[in-house]
């Protein structure tokens, strides 16, 4: 039942605490120089995230675990009313800032584009993000009970969960990948050939790294790193709002879990859904690895 915690913006499912102040995440105003990290939620947000404020503060990891990856790279459209309030933290933060959100391309705030920022779309493969989903809703409270995880990937069908339809929002995105301004990654390949990446990455941004800033950055922000890291598992998040005895946040960084969790037939469901949905596009995600 999401009548208590949620509305709808755009027709799309939104924390009730972010619709609040709306109006100052619409009218938010970018500069040139910020860099723009957009995902679907569960895609990789956190290891992208962390990767490029490696790449900004030119290594310096103590400087990283200094502080929280959600202050360090702010999440525009989040207002939790106790530690984080994007605008606000962003409007606080001297440049260049590297900009977390997870709204689809029709809601990025039209100053992004008008200030013609850089913008990287980080995109999952769609049961795996179902299942990181699913246990998403399991430990941070704000969710109701996600039921079982068929009844959960009804819902992720359906687009009737926070941000909406995987389906819409990966093609949306998917159209600007001509916009040389914008940066399409795929977790995937970031599983499976991360120095190729980050270097990727890097020419998209202008740098060029050294063997030993490359070297530091993987090392830095492999799976068990950042799950062993304060500053980029979340777990300075107050356990009232983030409960992590649950299922870490760092859970699994796994290609392929949802062959765990899909049965047959409900796997064949979702295939037959897939294929409409997508439809016409010429996005392909890569799920059997
Ligand atoms: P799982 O739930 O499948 O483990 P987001 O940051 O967008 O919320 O995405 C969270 C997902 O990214 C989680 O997926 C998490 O484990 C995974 N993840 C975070 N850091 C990772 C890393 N360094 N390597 C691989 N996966 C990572």
Not at 51 to 76: M, S, T
Not at 90 to 107: C, F, G, Q
Request: overall charge negative; some cysteine.
């Amino acid at each position: 039942d999401y009548s208590e915690n949620f509305g709808r913006i755009n027709g799309i499912l939104m924390y009730k605490l972010f619709l609040k102040y709306w109006n100052n995440v619409e009218k938010f105003e970018a500069r040139p120089d910020d860099l723009v990290v957009v995902t679907y939620p569960k895609s990789g947000t956190t290891w992208v995230s962390e990767i490029l404020d490696l790449i900004y503060k030119e290594g310096d990891v103590e400087k990283c675990r200094k502080d929280a990856i959600f202050n360090r790279v702010p999440f525009l459209e989040c207002n939790n009313e106790i530690n984080m309030n994007g605008v606000k933290q962003l409007e606080d933060m001297n440049s260049p800032r590297i900009v977390k959100t997870h709204l689809p391309a029709d809601l990025l705030p039209a100053s992004f584009w008008d200030n013609n920022c850089k913008i990287i779309y980080l995109m999952r493969n769609a049961k795996d993000v179902a299942v990181s989903y699913y246990y998403f809703f399991k430990i941070v409270t704000i969710h109701p009970d996600p039921g079982s995880f068929p009844e959960f990937v009804e819902k992720f069908m359906e687009g009737e969960v926070p941000y909406g339809s995987w389906y819409n929002h990966t093609q949306t995105w998917w159209e600007k990948r001509k916009n040389p301004r914008v940066l399409i990654l795929f977790y995937e390949d970031l599983k499976m050939d991360i120095r190729k990446e980050v270097i990727k990455i890097a020419q998209f941004l202008g740098k060029k790294l050294s063997e030993d800033l490359l070297d530091t950055i993987i090392k830095h922000t492999s799976f068990q790193e950042m799950k062993n890291n304060p500053s980029t598992n979340y777990t300075l998040v107050p356990s009232e709002i983030m409960n992590q005895e649950i299922v870490p946040f760092l859970r699994k960084g796994d290609i392929g879990d949802w062959k765990n969790h899909f049965t047959v037939a409900l796997n064949e469901k979702f295939d037959v859904h897939y294929e409409q949905q997508m439809k016409g596009s010429t996005l392909k995600l890569r799920t059997e690895i």
